[in-house]
């Protein structure tokens, strides 16, 4: 649970992200971003739960839907216009995941005639697989804490829509996940495949299933017995360890909802699994920890990346408090001996915390250069049970 002083300042923190990037301002310039936003719909649920005021319940609903008008339609400076799906008016506003969603990045995406430059490609549009699948999830607690069913229906649809732009077949008769695709998913911008994307579409497209299922009628027919075969089949034999704090914490967070759906779901073998998740997350922290970039001056360092593994350091607790109970019978020995030692660096999270709450690293081009971004995640890593919960058992 959340202090009182942590909570006083993820308040202050999204109310002026929501004032700054036009969820409140209808007047103002809007200002999306599938990311940042996906963090903050997450977090807006969470402090109307530990607040008990409906303001905050009211910021998440309305941000979805300005992310869906915005990012789920093509770019003003685009000659497309309309959904990225291509559906209708009427019908695009009833399936706006239908097509995916777009990045939110200042630049068009690249053009066909144009020649790839790699540093100008972090600037440009199109859609990312591991961004997709944060909106999935952030899909899925909004739907968990209003009980309407259109959210776990635009969840699956989106599993749906980036399964079929990402993942596809190599000449050989494999599986394989590109990193970046275009706005309307017909042509990879970046063909390498993401690291850790196979795991997340795994992960995140069992959440949503799992929803869907508790969800009787919300979406008749939608299927995704599919897609987490082949999600399966790509993470097949792969290790995830990575230094990046970031992918750190996203392996945690992933390690987290694997726990959960444990828990309660007898079909779900996840044990090693989470066996896998745990070690290499142990991995790459003990990497990290001993790389010496926490005793660099806020210009040498990325707050987004370090709050990221904030974020999944915090998700050590809660998997160990559901490990004591119904969990703890399927986790194993070894998965208990991880969590023991991932245990140990909890203090990180309130390190990181701490040295981006200070008035002075937030004074640091590497912070301003990335505010929106930079504030949503440190909120996150305040409050972090909106974002890593799953939905109520």
């Known amino acids: 649970m959340a202090d009182t002083a942590a909570i006083a300042i993820a308040c202050d923190l999204m109310a002026r992200f929501a004032r700054e990037t036009g969820v409140t301002d209808a007047g103002g310039t809007v200002r999306r971003y599938l990311w940042t936003d996906a963090f903050a719909v997450c977090n807006f649920l969470e402090l109307g739960r530990l607040t008990g005021e409906a303001g905050w319940q009211q910021l998440a609903l309305g941000l979805v839907g300005q992310v869906h008008e915005v990012l789920g339609r093509h770019r003003s400076d685009d000659p497309r216009s309309g959904w990225i799906s291509g559906l209708g008016g009427a019908e695009g506003r009833l399936h706006p995941t239908a097509g995916g969603l777009r990045i939110g990045k200042t630049l068009a995406e690249r053009q066909p005639c144009e020649p790839f430059d790699e540093r100008l490609e972090w600037d440009r549009d199109g859609q990312y697989f591991h961004y997709l699948t944060k909106w999935m999830h952030a899909l899925v607690r909004v739907g968990a804490t209003t009980g309407d069913p259109a959210y776990g229906r635009w969840a ?81 034999g792969r290790r995830w360890t990575t230094d990046d704090p970031l992918g750190v914490g996203g392996l945690l967070f992933d390690a987290g909802r694997v726990v959960e759906m444990m828990g309660d779901d007898d079909d779900f073998d996840g044990g090693d699994l989470l066996a896998d998740l745990l070690g290499d997350a142990v991995a790459g922290l003990h990497a990290f920890a001993n790389g010496g970039d926490l005793h660099e001056r806020a210009d040498f360092r990325l707050a987004f990346r370090e709050l990221g593994l904030a974020i999944g350091v915090r998700a050590v607790a809660r998997m160990q408090a559901t490990i004591a109970g119904e969990a703890g019978r399927r986790t194993g020995d070894k998965a208990r001996r991880l969590l023991d030692d991932l245990a140990r660096h909890c203090p990180l999270a309130e390190s990181i915390e701490g040295f981006w709450l200070r008035p002075a690293s937030r004074q640091a081009a590497s912070w301003r250069d990335h505010g929106d971004i930079n504030a949503v995640m440190l909120a996150t890593s305040l409050v972090p049970d909106g974002f890593l919960a799953i939905q109520p058992p």
């Open 156 to 236: 699956g649809e989106l599993v749906k829509a980036a399964h079929k732009g990402f993942v596809g077949r190599t000449a050989a008769g494999g599986t394989r996940m590109v990193w970046k695709m275009s706005i309307d998913l017909t042509r990879a911008l970046v063909a390498s495949m993401g690291h850790h994307d196979p795991l997340d579409g795994l992960i995140t497209a069992r959440e949503v299933a799992r929803f869907l299922a508790r969800q009787p009628g919300a979406a008749p027919g939608l299927d995704l017995t599919g897609e987490i075969a082949d999600f399966a089949a790509l993470c097949k």
